[in-house]
């Protein structure tokens, strides 16, 4: 369309000096003049009209050119009113659809090989943790927190203890943000969850779009978030304040395959893996296959592994193997990856979508850069 505008705007600027003369003048005043003029035509008695045109028929090839000329003139006004002044009709809101969040997805994956000089390599693991805090607050009794809303923007709950460092993943999703100002920080938080564990070749995990920005008086009380100083009751409390099962509950801590602690941020120190950009079920291997033994330092109480003392366990990660029904759910996750994906995936798409009053029921599968 727009080369077609192009050209025809040259045409005109080329054309006769009586069709550019039409040309100013918007086609809304144009138009009726033709009508005006060829009603004359008609109307005029025949006398009157051999006095105009005596056998001359030139006057009618010049009438019926001005007016095939107008007519295009018209049409053109009525594709592109911009070119002649007039505002183009407004378009509808833009509405975005699945290509749009690909494009969205796309930019954080590439944003995530680009930045590479952070941490172990990769901001994956914090933003995974930045779609697990923005969701972790929901409570299902009263149905207030979770991932709707964004309010960790906000200083009452981005400074609760347990979102520290997070401030890092929303710095890193910024200029996303500017390049797509119409998604909402709500869903672009989880998008970008989703794409972390996708691009570090975790399994698929189903999104939809449809949370909304909330104010700050939206922001969840202190406390919501898991304490990793506690035992199994703890765990239990709030991932079921959340709606989660023991299986549930395990699968999604299977998530400390990624990324590490930071004394700077929550006090612990450590990865709990290998390989802390790659999600596996590594995390269940290591926890039920090595030996654990408390750190000794000044730090929070943690666990650290007996043979190479650099990798660590919270005291809530030991209990996944210290109780019975949660043991269980480790053994299978840590004998079969695939069926630790498979769980995995359908209890963080769960996470990802607690408190969010969906407009549709339609999921959708992004492309990573290993499709
Ligand atoms: C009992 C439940 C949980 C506790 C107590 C817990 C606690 C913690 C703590 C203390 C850290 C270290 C933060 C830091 O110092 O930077 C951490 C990191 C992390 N957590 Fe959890 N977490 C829990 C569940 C989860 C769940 C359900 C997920 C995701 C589904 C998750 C994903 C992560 C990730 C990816 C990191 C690494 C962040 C980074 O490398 O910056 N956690 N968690």
Redo the contacts with the bound molecule.
Sequence with gaps: MASTSRVFTRALRTAAPSVRNAAPRTARFAAPQVFQQARRGYSTGGEEYKEKYPGNPKGMIYGAGALVATAAVYGVYLLNPELFGQQAKPKGPFVPKFEDYQKVYDAVAKRLADEDDY?DGSYG??L??LA?HAS?TYDALTGTGGSNGATMRFAPEGDHGAN??LKAARDFLEPVKEQFPWITYSDLWILSGVCAIQEMQGPKIPYRPGRTDRDVSFCTPDGRL???SKDRSH?RA?FGRMGFDDREMVA??G??A?????TD????DGPWTFS?TTLTNDYFKLLLEEKWQWKKWNGPKQYEDVKTKSLMM?P?DMEIIKDKTFRKHAERYAKDNEVFFREFSDA?AK?FELGVPFQTEEKWTFKSSFD
Excluded: K
Aim: glycine share 12%.
């Design positions: 941490d693991p914090v995974v943790r697990w972790g520290a460092g898991p304490d990793a765990i709030i999604l801590s998530a400390h990624l990324g590490r602690c930071h941020r929550s006090g612990y802390p919270l809530t963080v996470l």
